[in-house]
């Protein structure tokens, strides 16, 4: 069945790197628009880094220059190296997937979530 899963998040200290993955299954991966979001407690989810079927690909402004967002398509799996992390980049890290090509930072648009893993920069 259609499905996505993160791993990879965990704790580390300002300034260090992480790298999630999400595999996903169930779904033409290379085709979609793949993206990673982010939420804390009591906010809405907000877009961190899209990758397109093309393999362009845009970030957020307040990650751009300290995370990656890469894919493989032969392994259906989506990453997102993490650098230089800063306490504000704690929360809850989801991939997603939308059935088009890539152009909205609108969690309302995509259709396919993971369970999401957490991130905690101290």
């Known amino acids: 069945h259609v499905q996505l899963v993160e791993s990879g998040g965990g704790s580390v200290q300002a300034g260090g790197s992480l790298r999630l993955s999400c595999v996903a299954s169930?779904?033409?991966?290379?085709?979609?628009?793949l993206a990673w979001f982010r939420q804390v407690p009591g906010e809405e989810r907000t877009a961190v880094a899209s990758?397109?079927?093309?393999?362009?690909?845009e970030y957020a402004a307040s990650v751009k220059g300290r995370f990656t967002v890469s894919k493989d398509n032969a392994k259906n799996t989506l990453y997102l190296h993490m650098n230089s992390l800063k306490p504000e980049d704690s929360g809850m890290y989801y991939c997603?997937?939308?059935?088009?090509?890539?152009?909205?930072?609108?969690?309302?648009?995509?259709?396919?979530w993971g369970q999401g893993t957490q991130v905690t920069v101290s």
């Open positions: 997603a997937a939308l059935r088009s090509r890539c152009g909205s930072f609108d969690a309302d648009d995509y259709t396919i």
């Open positions: 169930g779904f033409a991966f290379s085709s979609y628009c």
């Open positions: 990758i397109d079927n093309d393999y362009s690909t």
